[in-house]
């Protein structure tokens, strides 16, 4: 059957089918997710365990073995890798490509994990989850003159914000040390109070625990009981009792050390503008939209640093050429629709909220590293080419057919688009 001669013989099928591509092509054209990378299903699945002050040797024998034999077997699975280091086994398992639902794979390998019998019962608990493929959309720097402290504080603190913004839930700080509490045992005071360097690191290790005290039952719910000791303040520790004396006197952990509150030593070094500094790399997953992280970040930041903001381009198109002035407008009053109608979060409205809350810091704070740009990019060549297109396809077309036939075959370009 001739498709042209089934849809001169049926217009008004024909029509209702163009409308419905028209207003169901612009209703997800409102709720599109915009990405770089198409979507990719998890590959890999990750099951790390950790054995507490054990070493590499016996947490292989002990555990790393026992999980690689446990699922082995499994069906999906192509290989397995294990990386064993002080206290931590790590085990990859790769997927084959012929599995279409990872996480039938991940039940699997839990079921099997949870049967084995004999693994000690030092082991804290066993985590399995799939290596779900993360892309960055756009980081923020905090730089400038300071103690590593005030800085790490600034960058967490902007953190904490970044997450509470509509669609932002993975954030990632680099550039940082850990926290590490320092002791700098005093020889002279062992010497005078007759106490071993050993004595004091198990005094220090047995009262700077979180204890699982077990299960209440009661009638209608279970009460868990846990004894929270672990510091993370070194002002903390300074009354640790090391020993008590027989007149009555007890001698604390401040009278043989001097306690600091320091970072893991380590050759971490962070720059930015030739100043220290630290970044926020904000990540997306698979149904959150790269563009509209971006523009929220950027209004955010904004905001905060008291600097205009054009969300949706406004000023921008005002400054283009007379003649593509138009186009221009037309594209921002396009993305202004958009977030109107789909239900996005409105960036000028994150704008105004912390344009009132700004940093309560003198540190510099910078974006960089957008990538949500590249995407921009090529919406905007798309939008810009079918524009031009659609202008010159009507034009050729009415020097050589009637005005109603080129009428309806640049319909076409649209059509085609939604």
Not at 92 to 120: H, M
Request: net charge negative.
């Amino acid at each position: 059957m001739s498709l042209p001669n089934f849809s001169v013989k049926n217009h008004v099928l024909v029509n209702m089918m163009m409308i419905v591509m028209l207003v169901a092509g612009t209703a997800f054209a409102f709720t599109l997710i915009r990405e770089f990378f198409p979507e990719s299903r998890p590959s890999k699945i990750l099951i790390s365990a950790i054995y507490p002050g054990v070493q590499p040797q016996e947490i292989e024998k002990a555990v790393t073995i026992k999980i690689e034999e446990a699922v082995r077997d499994i069906e999906g699975i192509e290989k397995v890798n294990s990386t064993v280091s002080e206290s931590v086994s790590t085990t990859i398992v790769s997927l084959l490509n012929e599995v279409k639902d990872p996480e039938i794979v991940l039940q699997k390998i839990k079921n099997e994990i949870d049967a084995i019998q004999d693994i000690p019962e030092e082991v804290e608990q066993i985590s399995t989850y799939s290596l779900v493929p993360k892309l960055p959309v756009i980081s923020v720097a905090v730089f400038g003159d300071g103690s590593e402290s005030d800085l790490k504080k600034a960058t967490r603190d902007l953190k904490d914000e970044l997450l509470t913004l509509p669609g932002v839930s993975d954030v990632v700080i680099s550039g940082i040390r850990d926290d590490e509490i320092s002791l700098e045992v005093k020889p002279d005071k062992l010497l005078e109070y007759n106490i071993s360097f050993d004595e004091i690191a198990e005094v220090v290790a047995q009262s700077n625990l979180d204890i699982s005290g077990g299960n209440l039952k009661g009638n209608r719910s279970n009460t868990s009981i846990r004894t929270l000791g672990e510091e993370t303040r070194g002002r903390d520790l300074e009354n640790i009792i090391i020993r008590s004396l027989p007149d009555g006197r007890k001698i604390h952990l401040k009278d043989l050390a001097v306690i600091k509150d320091e970072f893991v030593e380590t050759d971490l070094e962070s720059y930015y503008n030739g100043k220290p500094a630290t970044s926020c790399i904000i990540y997306k997953t698979a149904s959150q939209d790269a563009i509209q992280i971006s523009q929220l970040v950027k209004a955010f930041i904004a905001g905060k640093k008291n600097q205009t903001f054009d969300p949706h381009g406004f000023n921008t198109a005002y400054e283009k050429p007379w003649y593509w002035k138009p186009f221009s407008l037309t594209g921002c009053y396009i993305s202004y629709a958009i977030n109107k109608f789909s239900g996005r979060p409105d960036p000028q409205k994150i704008y105004d909220e912390s344009l009132v809350n700004p940093f309560d810091h003198n540190f510099e704070v910078e974006l960089h590293t957008d990538l949500a740009r590249f995407i921009e990019g090529r919406l905007d060549l798309l939008l810009r080419n079918g524009k031009v297109g659609l202008i010159l396809v009507v034009i050729s077309l009415n020097l050589f057919l009637n005005w109603r036939v080129a009428f309806w075959a640049a319909i076409g370009l649209p059509v085609s688009f939604l």
